[in-house]
């Protein structure tokens, strides 16, 4: 099971770190993404890692603003988000999938419950 937290209502330009905690299995050999979806849009992939190694990616809309990071020992995924902006606002989602980094929602079946980032202008 994966549980996201962390969301809440910023300013724009400000900072939020969303957390994805995994608990049930041991997620050593499964990659961990980051989702978003905002009201009448498709669920975008935003950034993924390995669990493995320290390789992470990140989607044109979040690159340099964006970073995830994970921590073995706690079995958590960090997304820190900063420089904020309204466009950024939608409900986030971890997700986990066993073997390499997909980037599309389909290839992944392990999801945390989401959680709610919103930025004002």
């Known amino acids: 099971q994966l549980q996201a937290s962390g969301g809440g209502l910023v300013q724009t330009g400000g900072s939020l770190r969303l957390s994805c905690a995994a608990s049930?299995?041991?997620?050593?050999?499964?990659?961990i993404s980051w989702f978003r979806q905002a009201p009448g849009k498709e669920r975008e992939w935003i950034t993924g890692?390995?669990?493995?190694?320290?390789?992470?990616f990140y989607g044109d809309s979040v690159k340099g603003r964006f970073t995830i990071s994970r921590d073995n020992a706690k079995n958590t995924v960090y997304l820190q988000m900063s420089s904020l902006k309204p466009e950024d606002t939608a409900v986030y989602f971890c997700?986990?999938?066993?073997?390499?980094?997909?980037?599309?929602?389909?290839?992944?079946?392990?999801w945390g419950q989401g959680t709610q980032v919103t930025v004002s202008s």
């Open positions: 997700a986990a999938r066993a073997g390499n980094l997909g980037y599309s929602a389909k290839e992944y079946r392990i």
């Open positions: 890692i390995s669990w493995s190694d320290s390789n992470a």
């Open positions: 049930g299995r041991t997620f050593s050999s499964y990659a």
